[in-house]
């Protein structure tokens, strides 16, 4: 069973910047796609953005030209770079891979965007 754990969420002022990661441990493989989702206070879950094996990414529009997904396999851990925040990033950002078939999550990290 993969362990997935996310880390770098916090304060952060509008117009700030702020990177999350997301390590992957437990597979035999690295070879699968990684993204991340985001639940802001009364709405639903949505996708930001993902990364596949063979590193093609796609965002969801809110975010195209502000946040830059990518992927370390040697550490077997994704990252979110978020530049120009808005406080509508306001969130909790949850980290999932693609493994054994299923969707694998992680808790989640809160990224909070305010002046």
């Known amino acids: 069973q993969v362990q997935v754990v996310e880390s770098g969420g916090g304060l952060v002022q509008p117009g700030g910047s702020l990177r999350l990661s997301c390590k992957i441990s437990?597979?035999?493989?690295?070879?699968?796609?990684m993204g991340w989702y985001r639940q802001a206070p009364g709405k639903q879950r949505e996708v930001v953005a993902f990364?596949?094996?063979?590193?093609?990414?796609n965002y969801a529009n809110s975010v195209k030209g502000r946040f830059t997904i990518s992927r370390d396999n040697a550490k077997n851990t994704v990252y979110l770079q978020m530049s120009s925040l808005k406080p509508e990033d306001t969130a909790v950002y949850y980290c999932?891979?693609?493994?054994?078939?299923?969707?694998?999550w992680g808790q989640g990290t809160q990224v909070t965007v305010s002046s």
């Open positions: 999932y891979a693609v493994y054994g078939g299923r969707n694998n």
């Open positions: 437990g597979s035999t493989s690295n070879m699968y796609t």
């Open positions: 990364i596949t094996g063979s590193t093609t990414t």
